[in-house]
């Protein structure tokens, strides 16, 4: 089988992993920098070049869609589809994921607990704003944000609307969130693969910091979810519409809140704190489906 995997790095952790799982199970796999792909859109034949060469021969794509340049990836993707290639992330689930307000708005439909979210309009309200999301302290999140970039803990009510007025002066949209407190600066990312929780870790930030992004200095241990939590994120990703998906979410006395599904979840952080090879499990979703 071919499989092309869409990725503007082909250093990176997880693009490695998969070409090495791709590999071993005796496919052919390479990697396509989308941002460098050429897309010729014509009647009931579509077309992408790449590097000048006509692509023709993929069975599968595997989509490491970067959040900077998701308006030209997924319509590499939404080409490849035209193609009827198969691939593992739907552009329209993608274009979702890096939506978080229609994110959350999807969630909520689905009946899936979350944190209290308020978003307006550049309100002038600010005082309103910060007590509709229970009060100080609340978290304050740029809408284009990733990686915990934009996010920001407000621990009075005096800071919050500081903060909030300061966003919208700058026309910056936001979101803002209550804080659960109880979650003591944690999160569990479970990583979910074709119906099926393959693994999950719990990430906790740093001392003196909030935020529990990998990327921010947080570290990772292995966590086996309550049947709860796993409901949840198999919900979740359903709601999303998204096959492959890191699904975040808080502890809570009210029980898990969704803080977001993430469409490109990395592998690094969740390889190395479960020990299991979730990318061979990815390419063993492809064979299932081509």
Do not use: W
């Amino acid at each position: 089988m071919n499989i092309k995997i869409l990725s503007t790095n082909p250093h990176l952790y997880s693009t490695k992993r998969l070409i090495e799982a791709a590999r071993n199970r005796k496919h052919h796999v390479e990697v396509i920098n989308h941002t460098k792909c050429d897309i010729v859109i014509e009647k009931k034949n579509p077309i992408i070049y790449y590097n000048g060469r006509k692509i023709t021969d993929a069975d599968a794509i595997i989509p490491r869609i970067g959040a900077s340049v998701t308006f030209y990836g997924t319509a590499v993707v939404r080409q490849f589809e035209m193609r009827r290639v198969f691939t593992t992330t739907e552009s329209q689930a993608l274009v979702r994921s890096r939506d978080k307000l229609r994110s959350l708005q999807i969630l909520a439909r689905a009946g899936l607990g979350l944190p209290k979210t308020v978003f307006t309009n550049y309100s002038r309200d600010v005082k309103n704003i910060v007590e509709e999301a229970g009060g100080a302290p609340v978290i304050i999140k740029l809408l284009e944000g990733t990686q915990g970039i934009g996010v920001i803990l407000a621990e009075t009510k005096k800071a919050a609307e500081s903060v909030i007025e300061a966003f919208n002066n700058l026309q910056a949209r936001v979101i803002v969130q209550e804080f659960i407190k109880e979650s003591s600066g944690s999160d569990i990312r479970a990583f979910v693969v074709d119906g099926r929780v393959i693994g999950a870790m719990r990430r906790q930030a740093k001392e003196g910091e909030f935020r529990s992004n990998l990327h921010r200095g947080g570290t990772a241990s292995v966590i086996k979810l309550t049947d709860e939590e796993e409901t949840a994120a198999l919900k979740a990703a359903k709601a999303m519409s998204l096959d492959i998906a890191g699904v975040d979410m808080l502890q809570s006395e009210r029980g898990p809140l969704i803080l977001e599904v993430n469409s490109s979840p990395g592998l690094e952080g969740i390889e190395e704190a479960t020990g299991k090879d979730i990318a061979t499990e990815i390419i063993k979703y492809i064979e299932r489906n081509v």
